[in-house]
């Protein structure tokens, strides 16, 4: 058994065309570092971000009949968003399979959440051209079910985007974001974020990325602003 048949029995996948797996699993350097003209999963991950979005969106309507179309739209935005993938395709450990040059390390793979990201998409673009849109909606479908049954729909508020909007009822100019600090090893960063307007600190956040830490510093603003 070679190493993408193992990736396969994990998803309970059985090829038919093998090369579209190989292709999702590789990395544009592994032909740009020996300059030759083989493909990469960049088209499949086309394919694979308009799938997994198709199945997320019929597992929300079917799973939270509660939820409005605005509150079903935040939790597949949070669902298919960079972080989620990367833990989905870490679980998968996905890192192992990928092919890549030698430009790049395997050590570079497992903390980038970009590349676990579109190699998640490319399999799952994969999955469907191979097994047709039945098997990937099911593949697909185990993988979000936990995510999907106990997402938490208080987590899904944009503060940046209330914040801006009640800045800009008074106001023309935006808030500016920067990071104070950035600590800890590469493949476990974290992040300080303080939000300002017209030179004033108005909120703090930290998270794990920039954008969970902007999230935090704008809630921040918000809780004191209305206190």
Avoid at 36 to 48: Q, T
Avoid at 65 to 94: I, W, Y
Avoid at 143 to 155: G, K, P
Wanted: net charge negative; glycine share 6%; aromatic share 6%.
């Amino acid at each position: 058994m070679n190493r993408i048949d193992s990736l396969l029995t994990k998803l309970d996948v059985i090829a038919n065309d093998i090369s579209l797996y190989e292709m999702s699993l590789t990395h544009p350097s592994f032909h740009a570092d020996s300059m030759d003209e083989g493909v990469d999963y960049e088209r499949l991950e086309f394919m694979g971000d308009a799938v997994i979005s198709l199945v997320v969106a019929t597992l929300i309507y079917q799973r939270h009949p509660e939820a409005d179309q605005g509150t079903m739209s935040k939790m597949r935005a949070k669902l298919v968003q960079t972080d989620n993938l990367f833990r989905l395709g870490q679980r998968l450990e996905l890192a192992k399979y990928v092919r890549i040059g030698p430009s790049i390390t395997k050590e570079l793979v497992a903390v980038s959440k970009k590349i676990i990201e579109d190699v998640f998409e490319a399999l799952m673009g994969a999955i469907y051209l191979d097994q047709g849109f039945d098997k990937a909606s099911a593949v697909i479908s185990s993988l979000f079910a936990s995510a999907i049954d106990t997402i938490d729909v208080a987590t899904l508020t944009d503060y940046k985007t209330q914040l801006q909007e009640a800045i800009q009822a008074e106001h023309r100019e935006a808030v500016v974001y920067a990071v104070d600090a950035e600590t800890g090893p590469a493949h476990d960063r974290h992040f300080t974020v303080s939000v300002s307007f017209g030179g004033t600190v108005l909120g703090r956040g930290s998270g794990s990325s920039k954008k969970m830490a902007e999230q935090k510093a704008a809630e921040d603003a918000l809780r004191k602003k209305a206190g």
